[in-house]
Nanobody, 115 residues
């Protein structure tokens, strides 16, 4: 059973930063692509960033360079760094990964940006 477990969320003040880890139950090079999405209350799930097995990175334009995705194969972990947090960044952040034709999701980690 493939599992993805996000952590690192919590309450953060505006202007702060977070680094969210997503740990996989198996080597991350098994995944074609690993992706972060987020879902704010009452809204659809939006793409945030992805990284593929070759290291190609895509970040969402609407986040204007405030996010960085990276991976550490030795720790089976993909990271999402978010800078200059704003209240509108409040959401559940989800990690997902593809292995062949199957898509796996983590349960998400809540990030709340508030003073």
């Amino acid at each position: 059973q493939v599992q993805l477990v996000e952590s690192g969320g919590g309450l953060v003040q505006p202007g702060g930063s977070l680094k969210l880890p997503c740990r996989a139950s198996e080597p991350i090079f098994n995944f074609n692509t690993m992706t972060w999405h987020r879902q704010a209350p009452g809204k659809e799930r939006d793409f945030v960033a992805s990284i593929n097995v070759g290291g190609k990175i895509v970040h969402a334009d609407y986040l204007k360079g405030r996010v960085t995705i990276s991976k550490d194969g030795t720790k089976r972990t993909v990271y999402l760094q978010i800078e200059s947090l704003k209240p509108e960044d409040t959401a559940v952040y989800f990690c997902s990964g593809n292995i062949l034709c199957r898509h796996y999701w983590g349960q998400g980690t809540q990030v709340t940006v508030s003073s």
